[in-house]
């Protein structure tokens, strides 16, 4: 073996290093793994061999001996380069890799550093929806080669071949205009098609680079296509062809659910597609849209398909009042300016971390002549003035703003909020989530899931949380379900500097000192401080997070008990009446108004005046003696047109049935219990339930739970037990 012309795999000599693969190669490189660079398919979508400049690879051994990640880069010469090479370790060796390119934009396409765990593990990323030009089309294109098994022998003289996929669809729509606008003189030279705007589709995506595999997000909304060619109508064929090119998330749309909007020679149409569509990815589809002469056009038509940012489900207060004080929730992310519009982060956890002039996150303080304190300016003159607060930019819909610091110091020192792990009022703590470190804020009210871990450091300033909360994506998806914030540790920004992002954030207020002050208030927080009153200059460039006031349920829409059917079985019973799709949906009208869960839905409910359904309090009265937990039972608050009872033998077994078990297991009814409201919850499984059913004389049937199963028995009426009450409604 030659081994003379092979290095020694070492860390400290590892630097990737590819040229073309059309260039000759000198003796001494023989050693270093060189790549051929090709991109399959160059017609389905604009990014072509040529056009690519960038790409990521990631490069293991056998049985993960050695790992590598490095970004690739073609240089003035054609060469692909990085900053260190990768050697082959000897003739024998073999190697996995898998190649990616996020876009001509790079890691601005995923608007976050690309690192080896989120090549490696996969990301959400969003699709560039402005691909109105060339330029802004190929930014839109993604690029992948799943892992590849590739052994020194079988490469040519080891060379590996990095052969690119196109990771999305493209669709070519071909407008065709009808003859008589060319007989009435339109389109004649330039084309009068105009405003394009594809909606419907999804804008949101998971990339999984080592599989090479796209599936579709949570987020719809609109795409501007490329308009790439206009061939006018002559006297022999009269009809002109525009075709209309966008890059879109491979998925399957029904008829009628894409619309494109446009306008020709100034009016406003849209075209709706008859028949299904099934996008795959790397496909190509041509898509005919015929635009008839005669046809009355759509009338103005201002689409905007993005709908406005549903806020999270947690409620926070954040001044006293009485009887209850202001509460508002969160936005879906901080705010962010990027590719020219306005829009909150996908995940709570995103930020940019480092400046970009087409990519904000860190505002100056706002006013009337300093565009929401996008200025890099450090003069603190640009940011003298009157809040024009964030709330107000636009795309975001309407009725967000940003919280004063007497709100801020209210919601982080004063509120009233759940007990979380033995720690009564919890209103935060520090931690990472998806690997991000940052602030949990906790809802007024609060349940924490079922397999997460408990949070510790609660309220507490030092970083006992910091070090000691990691949740899992997963995780965090579970939490904000049940109603948690996360406010990011994103750093700041002076000038075009971004200055500590991942240790330290600040969040900005609505509050300045006094009119004729420099100063602002803002929250900031790192590893082992919370400053919630901070002051600063204007000019620092802080996080945005805005709110809205807390959404209480329409009246006219709230659905009643006696509106209940099968399916309503889980949801939740306000002490309103209503039903409510989740216990944070009825808390958010007031607090403690979700009071029960249905149980079953049916005639058998032994009541005299409440035949339509059961349902079960979401927690245990104190235990008590059969007729201390009757009469406990039927004295709580009322419900409108219900009543409260000890549930009888037949009832609890009703309860049991209808909730996918039997009389013989509680499991569903548990489970139904623990997703409506948290294991506390849950029934106990020890000692037994009090039933109101006589058996004998002053013996009353009581169920024992265990491992799944019921057990069915008798006590004298003096004897303890659990108690659990039911609505008859």
Known sequence: MKTDIFMLFAASALVLFSCAKEKSLAPEQAGQMRFAVTVEGATKASMTSADLGQFYLKVTGPNNAFSYFESITKDAQGNWTASRPILWKDEESSITYAAASYGALGPDYLNVPVTDALFSGGSNMGLLTDQSTQAKLNAADLLTM??????????????????????????????????????????????????????????????????????????????????????????AAKPALAVAEAILVPEE???????????????????????????????????PVSIDYNTVPSGPVTPDPTPAPTPLSGVFTVSAGVPTGKTVQF?????????????????????????????????GWSNSTNNFGMSTSTDNAVYRGDLVDWGTVPGIGTGWFTLSNNEWLYLFNTRSASTVNSVANAR????????????????????????????????????????GNNYSAADWTAMETAGCVFLPAAGYREGTSVQSAGSSCSYRSSTRL????DMVNYVYFTATNLNVSGSNYGRYGQCIRLVCDATAADPAAARTLAEATAEDIGKIVGADGNIYDTKAAAEAVATGNAVAMIAYVGSSTEHATYKHGLAIALSDESDSNWSTAKSTCEGKSAVTNTAWLLPSKNQWNAMFNANGGNEESYTGLNNELAAAGGDSCKLKEQGGYWSSSVNTGNYYWRVRLMGGDTSWGSDYNIATYHVRACLAF
């Open 514 to 517: 006094t009119s004729t002050n």
């Open 146 to 235: 799943a892992s590849t098994d590739l052994t020194f022998a079988a490469s040519n003289k080891g060379i590996v071949p990095i052969t690119l996929k196109h990771g999305l669809a493209k669709v070519n729509f071909q407008l065709t205009l009808a003859a008589e606008y060319f007989d009435n003189g339109v389109g004649l030279e330039a084309s009068p098609i105009t405003g394009l705007a594809l909606s419907g589709v999804h804008t949101s995506f998971f990339f999984s680079p080592l599989a090479g595999e796209v599936s579709i997000g949570a987020s719809k909304g609109a795409v501007i296509p490329f308009q790439s060619s206009y061939e006018p109508g002559t006297e």
């Open 331 to 363: 936005s879906p992310g901080n705010l962010r300016y990027a590719s020219g519009a306005w829009s909150f982060f996908d995940h709570q956890y995103d930020y940019y971390a480092t400046y970009s002039a087409d990519a904000w996150d860190k505002f």
């Open 428 to 467: 935060y703590a520090k931690g990472k989530v998806n690997g991000v470190y940052g602030i949990i804020l906790f809802p007024d009210t609060y349940t924490h899931p079922t397999g997460v871990t408990l949070p510790v450091g609660i309220n507490n300033v030092d970083n006992t949380g910091w070090n």
């Open 253 to 287: 749309f029904a008829a009628g659910a894409l619309t494109l909007y446009f306008s020709v020679n100034g009016k406003d149409f849209q075209w709706t597609n008859s028949e299904a569509l099934k996008l795959v990815q790397g496909g190509e589809y041509t898509v």
